[in-house]
């Protein structure tokens, strides 16, 4: 039973879902490296070396996809933008500064969390879709060698950025004091809540909310 200043904020399979994801995409950057440059190969060690590794990233991509979709259509509706999210950019002074009684009231998620939502996504698609076109052992030669090299090179600059967004967002989970529980516990304060999401809040005493 929760306590009284306690709020939901996800349900268990919400928080599993998420974590997949996360270890999953964690388990891609590292082998990814490992075969993006010969001073990052020692990290094929963690797969059993540079044919396994070779062999796991790709299906751990096809993992990541299925993980990430259906991650995707649990959370989309709550990151729509929003007038409320077009005001708190503008103030990002404000935000960073912590001065949160300035900015309007926000619903789940605020504009810097539902930037990361959809650059992630995006993101995903384009490193499946461009993963799907490199990877020899089932799709060589369907696509002409140049194809082939640009898609390889797309596929590695979507990687960059995407671990550069996955680091923002951790960062962001840290600096905000109180987060990271609501993904690891499923709860946040009453005081958390108010303070960074009071719509929301309001919603989810409206019984308005779901994952």
Do not use: C
């Amino acid at each position: 039973m929760l306590e009284r200043t306690e709020v939901r904020r996800y349900g268990a399979s919400a928080r599993v879902n998420h974590w997949i994801t996360a270890a999953t995409f964690t388990l891609l950057a590292l082998s990814g490296l490992a075969l993006f440059h010969p001073s990052l190969f020692f990290l094929t060690d963690l797969f059993g070396g540079g044919a396994n590794t070779r062999a796991f990233h790709p299906w751990l991509g096809v993992v990541l996809i299925a993980s990430f979709a259906i991650l995707f259509v649990r959370f989309w509706s709550h990151n729509l933008w929003n007038r409320d999210d077009t005001q708190w950019m503008s103030q990002i002074g404000d935000v960073v500064k912590g001065e949160e009684e300035r900015l309007p009231e926000l619903g789940k998620y605020n504009a810097g969390q539902k930037m990361v939502f959809w650059g992630t996504a995006l993101l995903i698609v384009v490193l499946f879709a461009t993963g799907l076109v490199i990877w020899d052992e089932y799709f060589h030669g369907l696509v002409s060698i140049g194809t082939n090299r640009l898609a390889a090179l797309v596929h590695s600059l979507a990687a960059i950025a995407a671990i550069l967004l996955i680091i923002v967002h951790v960062y962001a989970g840290i600096w905000v004091k109180g987060s990271i529980r609501g993904m690891t516990e499923g709860r946040v304060t009453g005081g958390w809540a108010w303070r960074h999401h009071r719509k929301w809040l309001r919603q989810e005493a409206k019984g308005e909310t779901h994952d």
